[in-house]
C-alpha cells in the first residue's frame, strides 16, 4: 500500500481541511456506513477493470471496493482523519489504495492517467477557481469515465445545510461541473432518480447522477 504526505495547501484548503477534520473527529466511531456508496456499485459493475481515482474518498469504502474488485486505485480526501480511517479499513479488508490526504483541486494528478474519475456527492469549493476543477477533469483518458453522482436537494435540505454553516451554492454542483466538460466529453447520461440503497435514516433519497466519456 502506497501513501502520500499532504502537501503545501492553499489557506482556504488548509481551514476546510480542519473543518472536515472537525466533523469526523466528532464520532468515536466511523462517520459514514462502511458500504460502497449504490449507484458506484452499480456502474462499476459493468466496467473493465483500470485506474481509477476516488475524489473525496471519505472513509475509504467506495475505493476498498474498486481495489478489491481488480482496479488500481488512488483516493484523496482532504480529512487526514478520514484517510486515516480509510487507510485502516483497507489493512483489514486487504485491498490496496494509493491514499492521498491532500486538497483534490490542488493536487498535480497527471493529465489522461485514470479509467475512471468518481466523484461520490463531491465537497469541491467554486472558490478554487474553474481553472482547477478543469485540471481534475483533464485527468480522464481518451475512452474513460468522468462518474460524478450529487444529492438532490430541494428547499428544506438547503436551508438545513445553510443553518449548520454549508451553502451548497458555493459548491460546484451538476450542472457546474457539465458546463466545464470540453468538447471532448460526450454526456452519456444526466438522469434525477432514486438513491441506491442509501444508509438508514439518510435524508437524501434521490441522486443528480451525470456520466461523460472521454473522446
Not at 481509477?52 to 472513509?59: I, P, S
Not at 460546484?172 to 454526456?187: K, M, S
Request: net charge negative; proline share 7%.
Amino acid at each position: 500500500m502506497h501513501e502520500h504526505e499532504r502537501g503545501e495547501q492553499p489557506s482556504g484548503a488548509t481551514a476546510q481541511a480542519a473543518e472536515w477534520d472537525a466533523r469526523y473527529r466528532e464520532r468515536d466511531g466511523t462517520m459514514w456506513s462502511g458500504r460502497p456508496n449504490g449507484r458506484l456499485v452499480a456502474e462499476a459493475a459493468g466496467l473493465s477493470q483500470g485506474r481509477a481515482l476516488d475524489v473525496g474518498c471519505g472513509e475509504g469504502a467506495d475505493a476498498i471496493w474498486l481495489a478489491r474488485r481488480g482496479w488500481t486505485v488512488v483516493a484523496i480526501d482532504i480529512s487526514d482523519v478520514a484517510v486515516s480511517r480509510a487507510r485502516e479499513g483497507a489493512q483489514l479488508a486487504g485491498a490496496s489504495v494509493d491514499w492521498v490526504c491532500g486538497d483534490a483541486l490542488h493536487t498535480p494528478f497527471p493529465p489522461r492517467s485514470f479509467d475512471l474519475v468518481s466523484m461520490q456527492y463531491p465537497a469541491l469549493p467554486k472558490a478554487a477557481g474553474e481553472a482547477a476543477v478543469r485540471r481534475l477533469l483533464d485527468t480522464v483518458r481518451p475512452g474513460g469515465l468522468l462518474f460524478a453522482v450529487y444529492h438532490d436537494l430541494d428547499d428544506e435540505h438547503r436551508d438545513h445545510m445553510k443553518s449548520r454553516g454549508v451553502d451548497p451554492a458555493d459548491y460546484v454542483g451538476a450542472d457546474d461541473l457539465g458546463g466545464l466538460l470540453g468538447d471532448d466529453f460526450t454526456v452519456e447520461l444526466r438522469v434525477v432518480t432514486p438513491r441506491i440503497d442509501p444508509p438508514p435514516g439518510a435524508p437524501h433519497i434521490a441522486d443528480v447522477v451525470l456520466r461523460a466519456r472521454r473522446l
